[in-house]
Antibody, heavy 119, light 107 residues
């Protein structure tokens, strides 16, 4: 069965770029939508955006100016870049597969990775 | 953005109890409503999708429904492993949004 694993730095300095990768195992990236979601005590669960395997993207307008999601089909992974981070970007970041059959849901999710923004 | 309001924010119950959690969207979302369960230190886990469809492997004591503008998650007979935080999510319109969560605790 498909499993997702996030990886990347756990500490990012303010104003720098947060970069995370989600590796997909047990299945192919091909044919699916892939999302990033974050969770912080202050804002709860927040959808960041998705990428389709072929490269199309959609982002949360609240983050759109700072977010880029990309996909690498050869490595079966997708990535998140979030620029100009502040303490408000401190959160647990999750990747998830979107199931899209008209209605849409997220399953499975990665285990999550905590990113702290601090100098 | 579509706001999702969950109630109650917290709930104390006993093993064997029947529990209902409600989610109200700020505008119509058709049947584009999902429920997730999250345990401490773990990722959310899909329970119910498209309002009432049970995810594979999820016990049948979990069910979802809609009535008017409100959506409900019902656990028919609480088991010890069910104590967790539950979230609703709308995927009718981007940006997808979640409720603030309902923490279910052991009485």
């Amino acid at each position: 069965q498909v499993q997702l694993q996030e990886s990347g730095p756990g500490l990012v300095r303010p104003s720098e770029t947060l970069s995370l990768t989600c590796s997909v195992s047990g299945g192919s990236i091909h044919g699916y939508y892939w999302s990033w979601i974050r969770q912080s005590p202050g804002k709860g669960l927040e959808w960041i955006g998705y990428i389709y395997y072929s490269g199309g993207t959609e982002y949360n307008p609240s983050l759109k100016s700072r977010v880029t999601i990309s996909v690498d089909m050869s490595k079966n992974l997708f990535s998140l870049n979030l620029t100009s981070v502040t303490a408000a970007d401190t959160a647990v970041y999750y990747c998830a597969r979107e199931r899209n059959f008209g209605e849409t849901w997220f399953d499975p999710w990665g285990q999550g990775t905590l990113v702290i923004v601090s100098s | 953005d579509i706001q999702m309001t969950q109630s109650p924010a917290s709930l104390s119950a006993s093993v064997g109890d029947r529990v209902t959690i409600t989610c109200r969207p700020s505008q119509t979302i058709s049947t584009y409503l999902n429920w997730y369960q999250q345990k401490p230190g773990k990722a959310p886990k899909l329970l119910i999708y498209a309002t009432s469809k049970l995810q594979n492997g999820v016990p049948s004591r979990f069910s979802g429904s809609a009535s008017g503008a409100a959506f409900t998650l019902t656990i028919s007979s609480l088991q010890p492993e069910d104590f967790a935080t539950f979230y609703c999510q709308q995927t009718y319109r981007s940006p997808y949004t979640f409720g603030q969560g309902t923490k279910l605790e052991l009485k």
